[in-house]
């Protein structure tokens, strides 16, 4: 079995996973309709898609 031979540093540790931090989401785009920001393929708050209106409140 193997066995490491001396304790890994905390500093070795963090620098090991530095790449598995939170990432924003890559498919924010600007509505254009609305100005804000929000994920691609989906629904705006004010229920508008691709520049209709889909949904109402």
């Given at each position: 079995m193997a066995v490491p031979k001396r304790r890994t540093s905390?500093?070795?540790q963090?620098?090991?996973r530095t790449h598995?931090?939170?990432n924003?989401?890559?498919g924010l785009?600007?509505?254009s309709s609305t100005g804000e920001y929000?994920?691609?393929h989906r629904?705006?708050?004010?229920g508008?898609?691709?520049g209709k209106k889909v949904l109402d409140k």
């Open positions: 905390k500093a070795k963090r620098k090991r598995k931090g939170l924003t989401p890559g785009s600007l509505d929000r994920m691609s629904v705006s708050k004010d508008y898609y691709n």
